[in-house]
């Protein structure tokens, strides 16, 4: 059998390099015998997973994504007959013999089309449809992702699968020694509510610096941002600039992973209050190293944290605020809070995403 990766996003930032990375290490330490093509749009790419005897790894250079797409990608999958061909981020080959698996991460480009750059909104309403037709299947993270993309899409749900993302085992609840590194690595503050995103309308960075302003006279906690300026960033910075003078955020821009449970440690909660998730990644990374969460209703992150985090109304910054200060002030929904995510987080692993997605592939290839 053998199965091709459109590795295109390899190495960006964000959540879908995450998904990307952690998938291929956990199916490759599973499945040893299935004959892996992992396709590059670089040569200097090539290498990284020159230890695995069953991956080769392959350089298909073209001048635009569109071309590598729909020209590169198809004369490799026909030239070595490739079975099944997999990309990770938003696209398939329209014309190709091999079977196709469309990866749709959810629906927030449909979901909240404004948060996005005009030129994405053209391309994912008439790209996406026309890929979900050309599919054999198309793979989402959640249940809700299903419904909602089958709607925006015009696609049955039978078209659909969905299989939850993990949580890499390096978020877990860390020893005092390693937490006093980070904290002095960082200059972190004593006390803190931690924000992890892109600093874009989509993440609601600018709602989430309103409401820490509307309480921060009456906390003792800073706002500490992990995260990069994205597309739109410009009016999510507006009143955020002006507590980074006043000292009462801390933005760190965008860290390593493996310094990213000693925050989830020391943070007093994770604030993430997006507009809509598809999966929602920082929830159970906090969650598991014993951080409360304080998500949002919209979206899908309810389906992951269920009872485990409380979920607030995004587009109110007065529920927003009134969620951190619960968190904040009532010792017994914190203790509850923690010990909830730490159950609910143990249903989620790579491990098991990886051995789910396997048997996607199978079901396409029988």
Request: hydrophobic content about 40%; overall charge positive; aromatic content about 12%.
């Amino acid at each position: 059998m053998k199965i091709a990766f459109m590795l295109r996003n390899l190495q960006e930032k964000g959540g879908i390099n995450v998904y990307t990375t952690n998938l291929i290490e956990n199916i490759l330490k599973i499945d040893k015998n299935t004959e892996y093509f992992f396709l590059y749009p670089k040569r200097n790419f090539i290498g990284m997973y020159s230890q695995y005897p069953n991956v080769q790894e392959i350089a298909l250079e073209m001048p635009s994504k569109f071309l590598w797409d729909q020209v590169a990608v198809p004369l490799f999958l026909r030239r070595e007959k490739i079975d099944l061909v997999y990309n990770p981020k938003l696209s398939i080959p329209l014309f190709t013999k091999s079977k196709t698996l469309l990866m749709i991460h959810g629906a927030e480009q449909f979901a909240v089309k404004d948060a996005f750059e005009w030129h994405d909104r053209i391309y994912v309403s008439i790209a996406m449809p026309l890929y979900g037709r050309f599919s054999n299947k198309i793979l989402t993270t959640t249940q809700m992702g299903i419904n909602d993309l089958s709607g925006y899409l015009g696609i049955d749900k039978h078209k659909f699968v969905f299989v939850h993302e993990g949580v890499n085992k390096r978020f877990q609840v860390l020893e005092k020694e390693r937490l006093l590194t980070a904290k002095n690595k960082y200059n972190l503050p004593e006390k803190y509510i931690l924000f992890i995103g892109g600093l874009t309308p989509l993440k609601n960075f600018g709602r989430v610096a309103k409401a820490f302003d509307s309480i921060s006279k009456t906390v003792q906690h800073k706002l500490v941002v992990v995260g990069f300026k994205r597309f739109k960033f410009e009016k999510e910075m507006i009143l955020a600039e002006k507590l980074i003078n006043e000292d009462k955020i801390k933005v760190l821009g965008f860290l390593p992973d493996e310094d990213l449970p000693a925050l989830y440690n020391l943070a007093d909660m994770l604030i993430f209050p997006s507009l809509y998730e598809g999966f929602g990644l920082p929830v159970l990374e906090a969650m598991a190293c014993g951080c409360p969460v304080v998500t949002s209703k919209e979206g899908c992150t309810g389906e992951i944290t269920q009872d485990a985090a409380i979920l607030v109304d995004p587009y109110n910054e007065r529920e927003i605020a009134e969620g951190m200060i619960k968190v904040i002030t009532d010792h017994n929904l914190r203790t509850t809070l923690i010990k909830k995510g730490k159950n609910r987080v143990r249903q989620f692993s790579w491990e098991k995403c990886a051995a789910e997605t396997l048997g996607v592939f199978k079901s396409i290839l029988n």
